[in-house]
């Protein structure tokens, strides 16, 4: 079994900062790469960014730049998504994932944290 534990949601109003951390557990762990994703109402599930244990590579998507960094800590199992100078169109459920390589595809992660809600509005 494994497990992969959000936190770090809310409600922001736009301009603000919010960090998101996932804790892995069990065999959630054992996955060499992590990621977050998003889905808002309505839209496909998208990835904000991906991290390896091993090196600390990232992949951050174009778009993503700037105002996502994704980083994480071995000894605590954690990965944090830190997010700058928040919009209204950032509002969604963001999800931690766990899989063997950083991919854009959601259906390439093994493991899915049940997400947790940011919400952006003044």
């Known amino acids: 079994q494994g497990q992969l534990q959000e936190s770090g949601g809310g409600l922001v109003q736009p301009g603000a900062s919010l960090r998101l951390s996932c804790t892995a557990s069990?065999?959630?762990?054992?996955?060499?790469?992590m990621a977050w994703f998003r889905q808002a109402p309505g839209e496909t599930r998208e990835l904000v960014a991906a991290i390896r244990w091993n090196g600390g590579r990232t992949l951050v998507p174009e778009s993503k730049k700037g105002r996502f960094t994704i980083s994480r800590d071995n000894a605590s199992r954690t990965v944090w998504l830190q997010m700058t100078s928040l919009r209204n169109e950032d509002t969604a459920v963001y999800y931690c994932?766990?899989?063997?390589?950083?991919?854009?595809?959601?259906?390439?992660?093994?493991?899915w944290g049940q997400g947790t809600q940011v919400t952006v509005s003044s």
């Open positions: 069990g065999r959630a762990f054992n996955y060499p790469a």
């Open positions: 994932a766990a899989g063997e390589y950083m991919r854009y595809a959601s259906d390439s992660y093994s493991y």
